[in-house]
């Protein structure tokens, strides 16, 4: 209960400081950008009407998150809601208008060419769309360009570009060139390129959305993996909520350049911020997503604690369900031999259909609760706005 | 910033050695593809005319085969040759027709060219009408006559008037000046190139047509399409010192040969063959022929009168 | 008309194709009204008004006397123009010396094993028996000298094209600054070079060459700035997020990116210098040009075309070799590459020591292969037999007399009685259609300047000789292209001749035609036609081939005759294409056009020419400056912008 009140509440301190963290961040395209973010006036305006006042575009508006170490944090929007812009503000690779940027406490904007690019060279590296290859390269070469732009040997960067080509699943094609390679193929010499220089963060802007459905998942998979042995930062960014959820233990949902809900992806399924946001996680399927914590009740006596069979509390409801559906009672869910409480097929169901809600807003405080964010909801009601393209 | 500036350093030290080490006079330097392989090169300017071709076809076979020279031709207009012989980029040639401003700036002034003696040939310039023509017509051979027969002249290129072809624009004329203050009905039309001249006389000689060209002896053309000149005013001492005014015949010039001043000065051999180099009209018109209507190749043409007036060239010889 | 119609314009949909030059026509018609007046009674109507030019002839003249009388002794000369000149003399030098050290069969050797491991075997053999027929022809001495100016003139064109393309890519100051004066460069023809570089540097080789850079560089460098623009934008922000230094990126990302359109650059500056060898040998390149040059004074068509022949077989093994170089970019090399290159160098040593041990460096004499009279034979049969009294149709002088009387002729004389100003109005108008206002301005100014530099009525007669020739070059070219585009065979047979005759010297025309045509207009109008002719049948061919199948398979669909699909689908999607075939055949025209003066052509191809021979700066500079005005003139009007030939393309 604690923890996952923890993660929506807290900015991060639990696990130390955060890797990055980005303070009302504005970045506007356009004729005179840097007067947008001060001005109250312009910054209120939407974004049609800013353009026609101003002929400026905000690609990001006043965004705030921090991303904790060892954490997949997920922006995701539809095209055009800014996380693309985002992502590379990180860096500086498109340069914010306004706002605070820091990793490990280090103020990213301050930073002068050099440490900037020590910045790039060491502690992120960047995983792109369409890959970024070099095509006159080689895998090997391609994957070894960072170690050679730091400046190292070239033995030496070989052979670590041949290790980080053989953890991805490339062997055997370290001297074909980008041309030669599957899609797939490709986004794994793009992902060794970036694992390549060990860095602190990996940043991912839409990896696989340019890859068939069946090589994504693979990818997909490559990514979990990888983050489970090696426990690497991450941000990423995706239109694919499915992927997002898949892969987020937070999730930023942007649009139009804002932020409108922060949380892990089961509160973004089980608590929409907005009617925009309940909109877009309409057809997830919620047992998969939704833990038996938002299922389960208290258990109504010692003896209804003490019987059926037992769940964890990060179980999804589809594993409770499976559990109760063979049991034919509730389940318990246990963390460390503790009973949390119960759950049964009425609240199952009730989180599947998505009647939790308003069984809670009657009754008890929600178990799940609602997801305590740092920034103001949004403005406008998704019935206004224009269809997802 | 450090390697930046070392570089600046660099390429400021470069540009300074290559430029600031020594003044590079562009005048002294001979041709990139003289003297190779090691054996001794004269270059010669030929001129775009089959007569000056004879003479350095000849030239070039003797200096060859006889004096163990490497012989490069160029081909340049008149007064650029004038321009590249004080350069060095040609040692000689061997065939002008007067040029005085030239001469004054590059002879006299510069002292940079080198007079090299008379070609022994006389040339002249003059209105020619085919013979053909002028039997059926004597009286068309006087300038004064010319009005009457315009109309025969004519070609679509002349409109209305008469035509007057004239040849390489880098040729000495007055043709234009001539036609204006003599009140001719005729208009003069630049063929351009004295190919193009040659190609249209032929063309016109072959259908017996009638016309009117700018034409100079000696030439070789003469053989294939006899002309007849039309008298113009005489030629008086300045006549024509006005280019605008000019309204008289063109003077009969004695050809002359020049050189560079210093590869007269340490050309050796090759420099006094050339000074002695003279021949006839006759002679010159023998091994044009033979290069233009035979058609042989010059040094073919050059071979042939070589064997046959070897008394003539022996003279040559230093 | 027009002005009324404009205000009204906006109700109509926007569909309506005509409201944009109707709108454009009635501004113009505006500041015509307002304008024309004015000039006209301050000025007066007909040619152009003297009170507008000014006489350059006088302080031209003087400079170039000045030019001369201090080659030898001002520092400007000494210290910077003399050491520019000496180390063209001394590269073209060592280059020479080299070829000539590594004598005819090493040279054959080298060449042919290079095109062998660049671009294959075939093109390896071609080049090798290239090179042979070279020293067959007799030529073997004079192709060395051009290869070995080429060599140089290419060598200083890419470094001058890519450092300029470097700047212009990196920097959009620069680019934008540079774009409109390559762009221009490259419409003009060669002839107007020459001159400049004459004053500076006299007749010589090191004029040649930098003329040759001069008109060779900018195609090199408008490549290299388009190839390092158009690199792939996510894969420099990649090299970028890997914090890159600026000169990481350019050397290991952008550069290696471009290489394509660097090596395209590098076959077109070869094609362009190669050109520009002929031409050049007006002011003393030597080599192969001045052998065409030579042959062309005594009327010698065979011996051009021996000269003529190694120079189109040097452009296309280098054109070939270069192209399939580039096409074989990004391939797997053959995994024992060193290997081979290892190889072939050691045959060519072996080559190269045994031609010196030989004793066979220079072409042996015995091995010439004399084709000047057959071909003089040909061609004299030719102009014998079609010159005149051909039965029915009249021999071709007599085409040529009638083309000149009946459209020569009226046109240069209705465009020389056309009042200035309405010469002006008429550009005005045509360009603003086609182009933009911008392209419009420049013409009417480029027009303007011929105004001003008092050769109004040369160039008018310069162009009444472009618009006959391009006319002729279009209908016959659109014709052939159709032809073409409809029958695969008729363009393999077609492909050979255009291949030849786009890369002949433009003066081995010259006299053919004159025996054909006589001396005159008629005769450069004949070459201007048969040089532009491959090109505009060319992209013709290209630009109906690459017609929408989709488009013409509904339109066959539909039912549609083959005469109603090429009319009705092909020709009107093709319109790029054919824009830019006029374009092109406009440019190449006019290229010929001047050179026509050295048959008859007169007007500012003579003055050129005039001025080249007499050493007359004045007047060849001033005819090649309306030349350039006039080729700026001609390519705006005929250029539609760009942003319209992408969206077609």
């Not at chain 1, 930073?111 to 970024?132: E, I, K, P, T, Y």
Request: hydrophobic share 50%.
């Amino acid at each position: 209960m604690s923890t996952v009140n923890d993660t929506a509440t807290t900015t991060g301190t639990r696990d130390g400081a955060p890797v990055f963290s980005v303070d009302g961040l504005w970045k506007v395209f356009g004729p005179k950008a840097h007067r947008v973010p001060g001005d109250p006036e312009l910054s209120a305006l939407d974004p049609a009407a800013l353009r026609a006042r101003t002929g400026c575009t905000a690609a990001v508006r006043d965004v705030s998150f921090d991303v904790r170490k060892g954490e997949v944090f997920v922006v995701m929007g539809l095209s055009g809601s800014g996380k693309s812009t985002l992502v590379r503000c990180l860096t500086r690779l498109i340069e914010p208008t306004a706002g605070a940027i820091a990793i490990d406490g280090e103020d990213v904007r301050a930073m002068d060419r050099s440490r900037l690019r020590a910045l790039r060279r060491h502690r992120a590296a960047m995983v792109f769309q369409h890959f970024g290859l070099l095509p006159h390269r080689t895998v090997l070469d391609n994957v070894a360009y960072g170690l050679e732009i730091q400046g190292m040997g070239r033995s030496e960067r070989r052979e670590r570009a041949a290790e980080v080509v053989a953890k991805v699943g490339l062997e055997g094609m370290e001297q074909r060139r980008p041309a030669q390679l599957s899609g797939g193929q490709r986004q794994r010499v793009g992902l060794a390129r970036a694992l390549a220089v060990d860095p602190e963060v990996l940043l991912f802007d839409e990896p696989f959305s340019a890859l068939d459905p069946l090589i994504r998942r693979d990818m997909q998979e490559e990514v979990v993996r990888l983050h489970r042995e090696e426990g690497r930062t991450m941000v990423f960014i995706t239109h694919d909520l499915q992927e997002a959820l898949k892969l987020g233990d937070r999730i930023a949902l942007m649009r139009d350049g804002r932020v409108v809900q922060l949380g892990t992806p089961e509160e973004i399924v089980g608590s929409p911020a907005d009617d925009y946001v309940r909109a877009f996680v309409r057809d997830v399927p919620r047992e998969q997503v939704m833990t038996v914590r938002t299922a389960m009740r208290p258990a109504a006596s010692a003896e209804e604690a003490g019987r059926g069979p037992a769940v964890r509390p990060d179980a999804t409801v589809s594993e409770a369900i499976e559990a109760v559906a063979r049991a034919g009672t509730s389940a318990r869910v246990l963390d460390d031999g503790r009973c949390l409480g119960v759950v049964d097929s009425d609240g199952l169901l009730s989180v599947v259909a998505d009647i939790g809600a308003d069984r809670r807003a009657a009754g008890e405080e929600p178990a799940g609760g609602v997801p305590a964010r740092r920034r103001e909801p949004a403005p406008q009601t998704p019935t206004t706005s224009e269809e997802p393209v | 910033m450090r390697r930046r500036t070392t570089m600046v350093v660099t390429g400021v030290s470069a540009l300074a050695l290559l430029t600031g080490c020594g003044a590079a006079d562009m005048t002294q330097q001979a041709s990139p593809f003289a003297n190779a392989r090691g054996a001794k090169t004269v270059t010669l300017s030929v001129q775009s005319w089959v007569g000056a071709q004879a003479n350095v076809a000849v030239a070039q076979y003797l200096l060859e085969h006889e004096l163990g020279y490497r012989v490069d031709t160029v081909q340049v207009d008149e007064v650029p040759a004038w321009d590249a012989l004080s350069q060095g980029r040609v040692d000689a040639i061997l065939e002008d027709w007067g040029h005085p401003e030239q001469e004054q700036r590059y002879v006299e002034d510069k002292k940079t060219i080198a007079r090299g003696g008379d070609l022994g040939v006389t040339g002249h310039i003059g209105w020619f009408v085919p013979t053909y023509f002028a039997k059926e017509h004597p009286d068309v051979t006087d300038w004064k006559n010319l009005d009457k027969y315009a109309e025969r002249f004519r070609t679509p290129e002349s409109g209305g008037k008469g035509q007057l072809m004239d040849g390489s624009p880098s040729y000495v004329t007055n043709d234009k000046a001539l036609v204006k203050n003599l009140k001719l009905d005729y208009r003069v039309v630049f063929a351009g190139s004295e190919a193009a001249q040659i190609t249209q006389i032929k063309q016109f000689a072959k259908e017996k047509k009638p016309f009117l060209t700018y034409w100079y002896t000696p030439q070789w053309l003469f053989e294939k399409v006899p002309m007849t000149e039309v008298k113009l005013p005489p030629y008086e001492e300045g006549c024509d010192a006005d280019p605008e005014k000019v309204a008289c015949a063109y003077p009969v010039t004695p050809l002359q040969k020049y050189l560079n001043a210093d590869f007269a000065k340490d050309g050796g051999k090759a420099a006094r063959f050339l000074e002695n180099f003279r021949w006839t009209t006759e002679d010159q018109n023998e091994v044009s022929l033979m290069i233009a209507e035979q058609k042989l190749r010059p040094e073919e043409a050059a071979k042939k009168w070589v064997d046959s007036h070897e008394s003539v060239w022996r003279a040559w010889l230093p | 008309m027009a002005t009324l119609t404009a205000p009204t314009r906006k109700a109509f949909p926007p569909g309506l194709s005509a409201s944009p030059a109707v709108r454009k026509l009635a501004a113009l018609a505006l500041i015509a009204a307002v304008l024309v007046p004015l000039a006209v009674t301050r000025w007066g109507g007909g040619t152009w008004p003297a009170a507008l030019t000014v006489d350059l002839s006088e302080p031209l003249g003087r400079a170039s006397d000045w030019i001369i009388d201090n080659r030898d002794s001002h520092p400007l000369f000494l210290y910077f123009f003399g050491h520019v000149s000496n180390a063209v003399v001394v590269a073209v030098r060592a280059v020479y010396l080299a070829l000539l050290a590594v004598g005819w069969a090493g040279v054959t050797a080298v060449a042919g094993l290079v095109a062998w491991r660049v671009a294959g075997l075939r093109l390896a053999l071609g080049t090798a028996a290239a090179f042979l027929a070279c020293g067959l022809l007799g030529m073997w001495v004079p192709t060395m000298q051009t290869l070995a100016l080429m060599a140089v003139a290419v060598a200083a064109s890419v470094v001058v094209g890519a450092l300029l393309g470097l700047a212009a890519g990196l920097s959009d100051r620069t680019d934008r600054a540079l774009r409109p004066v390559l762009d221009t460069m490259q419409v003009l023809p060669a002839f107007a070079y020459l001159l400049p570089v004459v004053l500076v540097f006299g007749i010589g080789v090191p004029a040649a060459v930098l003329a040759t850079v001069v008109y060779a560089a900018p195609p090199m460098a408008r490549l290299t700035a388009l190839g390092l623009r158009g690199a792939d934008k996510e894969v420099l922000e990649a090299v970028e997020s890997l914090g890159a230094t600026a000169r990481q990126r350019l050397l290991t990302a952008r550069l290696p990116l471009a290489r394509k359109e660097l090596l395209l650059g590098l076959n077109q500056t070869i094609m362009m210098a190669l050109s520009m060898a002929v031409i050049a040998s007006v002011i003393g390149a030597g080599g192969l040009g001045d052998r065409v040059y030579q042959a062309l004074a005594s009327v010698d068509v065979g011996a051009a075309l021996a000269a003529g022949i190694p120079i189109v077989l040097l452009a296309v093994v280098l054109d070939r070799v270069t192209g399939a170089a580039g096409a074989r970019l990004g391939q797997e090399p053959a995994p024992n590459a060193r290997a081979l290159w290892a190889y072939a160098l050691v045959a060519t040593a072996a080559v190269a020591v045994a031609g010196r041990f030989a004793g066979r460096l220079e072409w042996p004499d015995g091995w010439v292969l004399g084709i000047a009279e057959p071909v003089n034979r040909a061609v004299d049969w030719m102009t014998a037999h079609l010159y005149s009294g051909v039965p029915v149709v009249g021999g071709t002088a007599d085409w040529a007399g009638r083309f000149t009387t009946w459209v020569l002729d009226p046109l240069r004389d209705g465009l020389q009685w056309l009042p200035w100003w309405s010469v002006l109005l008429a550009v005005a108008a045509l360009a603003w259609l086609i182009g933009t206002w911008r392209t419009a301005l420049t013409a009417v100014l480029a027009m303007a300047a011929i105004g001003v530099l008092g050769v109004w009525k040369p160039s008018l007669d310069t162009l009444s000789q472009v618009l006959a020739a391009v006319a002729v070059t279009l209908v016959a070219g659109f014709a052939t292209g159709i032809a073409a585009a409809r029958s695969d065979r008729f363009e393999r047979l077609l492909r050979p001749v255009l291949d030849v005759f786009q890369t002949m010297p433009q003066f081995v025309y010259l006299i053919p035609v004159v025996a054909l045509f006589g001396v005159g207009r008629a005769p450069a109008v004949a070459a201007a036609v048969v040089y532009a002719l491959p090109a505009v049948v060319r992209i013709t061919a290209q630009g109906l081939r690459q017609v929408d199948a989709a488009a013409l398979e509904s339109a066959r669909s539909l039912g549609a005759t083959s005469g109603q699909q090429l009319r009705q689908v092909q020709l009107p999607l093709a319109r790029p294409a054919l824009l830019l075939a006029v374009n092109q055949g406009v440019v190449l025209v006019l290229a010929v056009v001047i050179i026509g003066g050295l048959v008859g052509g007169g007007a500012l191809g003579y003055d050129v020419v005039f001025g080249l021979a007499q050493g007359d700066l004045a007047t060849g500079l001033v005819a090649g400056a309306a030349i350039v005005c006039l080729g700026l003139m001609l390519d705006r009007v005929t250029q539609p912008t760009g942003r319209r030939t992408k969206k077609g393309a």
